[in-house]
């Protein structure tokens, strides 16, 4: 259930009711032609909603952070970074509302990579205040997309409007894609990339690593399914461990 769709006496009969809250959490950033700026926001939400829809009265979805640290991304239009020290500052203070409610647990919906160390950070700093922040990047994926994938990798351990994405996105958000302007990037990325802080402007000119026209509804249904239920176990996993406290 979404705390901003409820009225006053909703919104108090549900937040007596939920142990855990869900955060979708996205950014604002170009994923070539054939992706809008909203792509993760858009992943983050509706996945988040099938996860809400299984837990049931456990669980309350809050709004969308809609921005996040984009900082690789700056120059490329559209893209919009909030860094990290806000980004950790904004969780932290979600996190500690909830709290304040009775809500000691909230999950973190992420659907980009960039925003890994905010929530790292987040989640140390909450643990020493008995808050539980647990963090999802499509958790349980990775297989189904080494199986699924038939175009070659960017660059390891990198994924943006590539086909997988673009699957993911045809799945849970098709009607937002235009695959009829999805074309194939591979930047070359410098040797020295891994060592030293570089923004994607200064050795690319389009935002997709890979080739989005590989992608399909179908592929993107089963890498779905495998993150939403290995997501889904987890959290039943966390809320069955807090019962216990």
Not at 175 to 204: C, G, I, K
Not at 217 to 223: F, N, P, S, V
Request: aromatic share 6%.
């Amino acid at each position: 259930m979404r705390l901003d769709t409820l009225n006053e006496s909703q919104a108090k009969a549900a937040l007596t009711r939920a142990r855990i809250a869900l955060l979708p959490l996205g950014a604002t950033e170009p994923h070539g032609d054939h992706l809008p700026l909203a792509t993760d926001n858009l992943l983050a939400e509706r996945f988040c909603e099938r996860l809400d829809a299984a837990l049931g009265a456990d669980a309350l979805t809050l709004p969308l952070v809609p921005y996040g640290q984009v900082w690789s991304l700056r120059g490329h239009a559209g893209a919009i970074d909030i860094g990290n020290d806000l980004l950790v500052e904004i969780l932290l203070a979600l996190a500690r509302n909830m709290q304040g409610y009775g809500v000691t647990s909230m999950a973190v919906i992420n659907a980009h990579y960039g925003n890994f160390d905010a929530m790292k950070t987040a989640a140390r700093r909450l643990k020493e205040e008995n808050i539980h922040l647990l963090s999802y990047s499509w958790a349980g994926m990775a297989e189904t997309a080494a199986r699924l994938q038939t175009s070659s990798t960017a660059r390891s351990g990198y994924m943006h409007a590539d086909e997988i994405e673009t699957s993911l996105m045809l799945a849970l958000a098709g009607e937002y894609v235009d695959m009829q302007r999805a074309r194939a990037h591979y930047p070359l990325f410098p040797e020295n990339f891994s060592a030293r802080p570089m923004r994607w402007t200064e050795f690319s000119d389009y935002a997709v690593l890979g080739d989005p026209g590989a992608a399909s509804a179908e592929k993107g249904r089963q890498l779905v399914d495998a993150a939403f239920h290995a997501t889904l176990a987890s959290l039943q996993r966390h809320l069955r461990e807090i019962a216990h406290d």
